[in-house]
Structures are given as structure tokens and as C-alpha cells.
């Protein structure tokens, strides 16, 4: 079955460079997500990758994918406390009607 | 920007009380879902919608809960009989139709924190 990996917890300072880790195990899997939930609001879509793509850049972030290993980073550049909050990646479940798998979340604190 | 909306952000009901949570989807939008996260846990699938018909649904999706898009734009999650375990944060998302779009990621509302005693 699916399941996708991440670990709790990041601490980082203003102005560092994030990488939030993820680990998923199916190898089919076509799109691949990272979402952010900030306190008491729902899941913003920051970015997502196609899995014939090895890497993709949006501004401050950037999403590298290693299909062999099936290990997702994000990167994010200058961090900056608004940055704080719970990151999620997520994989479209193959042959599904759109259901995502949701790691359960890193949140990442940005300390001045 | 256009967004998913849900009603109530929160809800306290007892235990064996049904309740109806809402959700307006983007209006161009024909694939609707909803997700649960209980606190402290992962983000689950509950059910798909298309077509006015269930897609999927998880194991979590018991005769107990039930979806209905009763008009053009809303989109219905109705639990008959409540227990505690069914307090969590419940999402509501919607997604374009295309096999293309559909990878471009779906549009979760803030979601309805449902708090069962």
C-alpha cells in the first residue's frame, strides 16, 4: 500500500536555507505534492512535480525528486518567519480518483 | 483568487447527534473530496465525488457518513450518529476534471474542526 514518510520536526534560522525530507513507496505514483497548513487554516497547495522531472523551481522553493530512491526534498531559500508552519507532502495515488496520500507533516520553525 | 469554503469552522455537537458539515467548491470545479485530520495525525482520504456519485472511499467511510451535493454548488458531509472518535478537522477540496489539471493539485478549504463530547 501507500505510505508516505517525513520527519516532525525543523528548526531553522531567518535568512537559512529549509529542506523538509520526504520518503513515499509508490513507485508509480505520477504527481507528487507539498502542501502548507498554517495555524487554523486549511492546506495551501505551495507546489507539486510530475515524476518525469527530476527537479522544479518556483521562486523560493525548490522541489527535487529522486525517482530511484523515492525521496522528495523541498527546499525553501531565505527562510523567513512567515515560513513557519507544518509542511506536507503528499502523493496522488495511482488508479485512484484523485486521492492523495498525506505524509504526516514537518513543522518547520523559523527563529529570528 | 478562488477558494473552497466550509461551514462551520467550528462545530461542537454530543455524542449520537448527527451533523451536516458544508462546503462550497470552486465552481468550475467536478471533482470534490473530503479529508480528515484528527489531531496530532495524517491528513486521511475519506471520499470522492463525481458525477453525483461517490468515486472511492476509505475504509473510514462507514455507513455513518454520507455526501450529497444537494444543489449546484454545495457539497455535503453528514455523519448520522456521531461518536468521539470522529472529532477532527475536516477538509472539503475540489479539483479541475482533466487527467492534466487534475496533477496541478486540488483546492482544500480551511476546514470545520468537529469537536464531538
Known amino acids: 500500500g501507500e505510505d508516505v514518510e517525513q520527519s516532525l520536526f525543523l528548526s531553522v534560522r531567518e535568512g537559512d536555507s529549509s529542506v523538509i525530507n520526504c520518503t513515499y513507496t509508490d513507485s508509480s505514483s505520477t504527481y507528487l505534492y507539498w502542501y502548507k497548513q498554517e495555524p487554523g487554516a486549511g492546506l495551501q497547495l505551495l507546489t507539486y512535480?510530475?515524476?518525469?522531472?527530476d527537479m522544479k523551481q518556483d521562486q523560493r522553493l525548490t522541489v527535487l525528486l529522486n525517482k530511484k530512491d523515492k525521496h522528495l526534498s523541498l527546499r525553501i531559500a531565505d527562510t523567513q518567519t512567515g515560513d513557519s508552519a507544518i509542511y506536507f507532502c503528499a502523493e496522488r495515488v495511482p488508479d485512484s480518483w484523485g486521492k492523495l496520500q498525506f505524509g504526516a507533516g514537518t513543522q518547520v520553525v523559523v527563529t529570528p | 483568487e478562488p477558494e473552497v469554503t466550509q461551514t462551520p469552522s467550528h462545530q461542537v455537537t454530543q455524542m449520537g447527534q448527527e451533523v451536516i458539515l458544508r462546503c462550497v467548491p470552486i465552481s468550475n470545479h467536478l471533482y470534490f473530496y473530503w479529508y480528515r485530520q484528527i489531531l496530532g495525525q495524517k491528513v486521511e482520504f475519506l471520499v470522492s465525488?463525481?458525477?453525483?456519485?461517490?468515486?472511492?472511499k476509505s475504509e473510514i467511510f462507514d455507513d455513518q457518513f454520507s455526501v450529497e451535493r444537494p444543489d449546484g454548488s454545495n457539497f455535503t458531509l453528514k455523519i448520522r450518529s456521531t461518536k468521539l472518535e470522529d472529532s477532527a478537522m475536516y477538509f472539503c477540496?475540489?479539483?479541475?476534471?482533466?487527467?492534466?489539471?487534475?496533477?496541478?493539485?486540488?483546492?482544500f478549504g480551511s476546514g470545520t474542526r468537529l469537536t464531538v463530547v
Open positions: 477540496a475540489s479539483s479541475e476534471i482533466s487527467e492534466t489539471t487534475l496533477g496541478y493539485g486540488y483546492t
Open positions: 512535480i510530475f515524476s518525469n522531472m
Open positions: 465525488f463525481y458525477n453525483n456519485e461517490i468515486s472511492e
